[in-house]
């Protein structure tokens, strides 16, 4: 299924139930005091923040949404039923904009809730009507229209750790080594086209679609993905440990966060110099080296492929996360 970090779907309140005319009947007379009842509540249109980041994909073809009518009263002063509610599940990180009005909300946790449109009141029935100078009134009101309207969903994901780095640099295999992902893997670029998500010790990993060169003006995979950065604790900027010029390589993705802006270059930042399997060791000091020394910032070399190495950089990473 492809990933879908964004839709538009319509989105209206149930109708209010129509309040009723109607009369007891009891032995004596064919027709008592008024006992119409009032009409049930329309169901309200909810928004409801869940643990699946591909929540949105409901919304790729399926795009018109309504809640419950409310029914209409009884007779012997019964109310009617509400009707029920409208649930629309959306990942935790979605934004929210009715079009018509402007008004943006946030989803920020799980289980949290955004009523989008409540539902139409329900009508009352004859025997509200009633009083010392009109007994029996005819009298009774219709449910109120249920609301709605467009509605936009932007998916920004949440995560503790964001990985990032040039196509190929490794991301996908380090987030499958680190986690129970299953992200797919390849040795050409771009076999990431969306966000992929793990867990570690109980901390959330993404695994961000490669950066290239323009990315923060829209080429590639551009901005559809940078925005995915904006919400993750640290970054972790992965460079393969073969590119002739490793520091090239870093500078060209941090060029792309700097334009882009948001807050991407104010976050906690480590380098980490992936695929160290295919390079001697002294070579991977020398870029280790190189690396620190011109950016300032902590380099943790690692390997899929060496499970010491890979148990070395799990329990660094573990350490940061748990102190920071």
Same mark, same amino acid.
Do not use: C
């Given at each position: ?5 964004e839709a538009r779907i319509q989105v209206e309140s149930g109708k ?29 249109a909810v928004l409801v923040g869940v643990r699946d980041v591909a929540a949105l994909a ?147 990993? @993404? ?5 290239? !060169?323009?990315? *923060?003006? /829209?080429? &590639? =995979?551009?901005? %559809?993905?940078?925005?995915? #950065? ?18 090239? @390589? ?5 060029? !792309?966060?700097? *334009?882009? /802006?948001? &807050? =991407?270059?104010? %976050?906690?930042?480590?380098? #980490? ?52």
């Open positions: 299924m492809a990933f879908v970090d209010g139930g129509d309040g009723v005319i109607r009369w007891l009947r009891t032995k004596e007379t064919a027709r008592g005091g008024p006992s119409g009842g009032d009409g049930g509540r329309g169901g309200d409901r919304y790729r073809y399926e795009k018109k949404f309504k809640a419950e009518n409310g029914e209409a009263g009884k007779n012997e002063l019964k109310h009617g039923a509400n009707g029920k509610e409208l649930l629309l599940p959306v990942p935790v990180g979605t934004v929210v904009r009715v079009v018509q009005t402007g008004d943006e909300y946030e989803i920020i946790k799980e289980d949290e809730r955004i009523v989008l449109f409540r539902g139409g009141r329900g009508g009352l029935g004859n025997a509200r009507f009633k009083s010392s100078t009109n007994q029996n009134p005819f009298e009774k009101t219709d449910g109120k229209e249920g609301k709605g309207g467009d509605i936009e969903l932007r998916l920004k994901l949440i995560a503790d750790v964001g990985l990032i780095g040039l196509p190929n640099a490794g991301k996908s295999s380090l987030l499958n080594a680190l986690t129970r992902a299953k992200s797919k893997v390849g040795s050409y670029p771009f076999t990431t086209l969306g966000p992929n998500l793990g867990e570690f010790y109980g901390f959330i990993l @993404a695994d961000i679609p490669g950066l290239i !060169e323009g990315a *923060s003006s /829209g080429r &590639g =995979l551009g901005i %559809k993905f940078l925005k995915h #950065i904006e919400r993750t604790g640290i970054l972790l900027h992965l460079v393969s440990a073969d590119q002739d010029d490793p520091l090239a @390589a870093y500078r060209e993705v941090h060029t !792309e966060l700097t *334009s882009f /802006g948001h &807050g =991407l270059t104010s %976050k906690r930042e480590i380098i #980490i110099l992936s695929k160290i399997d295919l390079i001697p060791p002294e070579m991977r000091e020398t870029k280790v080296k190189l690396l620190s020394d011109t950016t300032g910032r902590e380099v943790l070399p690692v390997s899929v492929e060496d499970p010491k190495a890979l148990k070395a950089f799990a329990d660094r990473l573990s350490k940061i996360l748990n102190t920071r």
